[in-house]
């Protein structure tokens, strides 16, 4: 089969490709009812984005899902958005942006191949088995043609995978790093052998930290699949807007996406609450892979300390030992991760821009910013809590 024999399409709506051809792409390994590998690029996922109109008109993501198809079946799929601005994207462009802006261009509307609001590494390009080589390269090919086509300024694929990034780079898009932090779970039994790995100092102030925030005065649960009920999400929607207040200006997602979520999403999520005097006062969303768990959103009503890492970090790392995670993955920035046992990771992005010159530029940038995200891994790994010799065991 060649590239010439097959049709690349734009779909407006998930419902114009339908959930068994998506996910036939995008999590194949759930077919028979098994949970999906990464949750967020799944038909349910995206359709509750698109549902609750926290994508679509009005949003600055509008969806334009790419198909390659192939003798009437569909062999490869991405959430493609037209965006018009650069927030929500956790891999920020905004420089760009405002360089070429005002070099006299029009940056926006860009093309965006992501999950929305969402930083998560995953496949991007998602390809049905046995059609990935052909797979990718219709949806970079059919991607760049759009932009082109159109006169748009620049695509960008944000936290692909590394294999991805690779390939990408192999097909002209120019390859960015960033990073971001993760727990790794190396088959510990309870939480004690995880802390049994650090230095004794860290050893102890996670223990402190743990004591501090569980003496909070009052109770904290961890909820999933029908033990979440309706009334969970009105204090989530609380949390979730006081943080996005504070961070973004206006929260992302809608009040129907938490409604939406609890309907078709919520065998895929892990809530938790910390409980006093009657009220939920603080609370934590994570979503469930196969092999990781997802932190996504936190906030509180109530300051108490440590709070926030015992809910965030802490617990997260419990269920994922009792579930037999691989990984806890904590979300964007925060270098206080560090000291609690989450390591900086690379995470990667594919770019391309129309016009040469400028694509010239952003490319020479974006070699020194990969060498220089190296050299940050390097360094804020080797300050991690682990211990780094016997010694050091000693309480």
Request: with cysteine; hydrophobic share 40%.
């Given at each position: ?78 959430p493609l958005y037209l965006k ?283 070699e020194a910013e990969r060498a ?24």
């Amino acid at each position: 089969m060649t590239q010439s024999e097959l049709v690349i399409s734009l779909h407006d709506a998930l419902a114009q490709i339908g959930p068994e051809a998506w996910d036939a792409c995008a999590c194949p390994e759930a077919a028979s009812g098994g949970r999906p590998n990464d949750p967020f690029t799944t038909y349910r996922f995206l359709k509750v984005l698109e549902d609750s109109r926290s994508v679509g008109v009005g949003s600055g993501w509008q969806p334009h899902y790419m198909t390659a198809e192939a003798e009437g079946q569909i062999i490869a799929c991405a959430p493609l958005y037209l965006k018009s601005h650069s927030q929500g994207e956790y891999i920020f462009d905004h420089n760009w942006a405002d360089a070429y802006e005002r070099a006299g261009g029009r940056y926006y509307p860009k093309l965006q191949v992501a999950v929305p609001f969402t930083p998560v590494t995953g496949r991007r390009l998602l390809v049905r088995p046995g059609f990935e080589e052909i797979g990718r390269a219709a949806l970079v090919q059919g991607a760049v043609e759009t932009a082109g086509r159109n006169a748009l300024s620049s695509l960008h694929l944000t936290f692909c995978t590394e294999d991805e990034a690779r390939a990408g780079a192999a097909m002209g898009l120019m390859a960015r790093k960033n990073q971001q932090y993760h727990w790794v779970n190396r088959g510990y039994g309870d939480f004690d052998a995880f802390l049994a790995d650090l230095s004794s100092r860290k050893r102890k102030t996670i223990r402190k930290e743990r004591a501090r925030a569980q003496g909070f005065g009052g109770e904290i649960e961890q909820l999933t699949g029908d033990q979440i009920k309706p009334h969970h999400w009105d204090a989530i929607w609380a949390f979730y807007q006081d943080t996005g207040a504070r961070k973004w200006g206006t929260p992302y997602l809608t009040r129907a996406f938490f409604d939406l979520a609890h309907e078709r999403l919520r065998d895929d999520i892990l809530l938790v609450l910390a409980h006093r005097e009657g009220r939920v006062v603080a609370g934590a969303m994570n979503l469930i892979g196969t092999s990781a768990l997802y932190g996504r959103y936190w906030g509180c009503t109530e300051e108490h300390p440590c709070l926030h890492f015992e809910l965030c970090y802490y617990q997260a790392m419990d269920f994922a030992i009792a579930q037999g995670l691989d990984r806890v993955e904590a979300g964007a920035q925060g270098e206080h991760k560090l000291a609690r046992g989450y390591l900086p990771v690379g995470t990667h992005s594919l770019h391309w821009l129309r016009d040469e010159g400028f694509s010239e530029a952003v490319a020479h940038y974006l070699e020194a910013e990969r060498a220089a995200v190296d050299e940050d891994i390097e360094f804020l790994t080797g300050y991690g809590p682990f211990r780094k010799t016997d010694m050091e065991d000693h309480e």
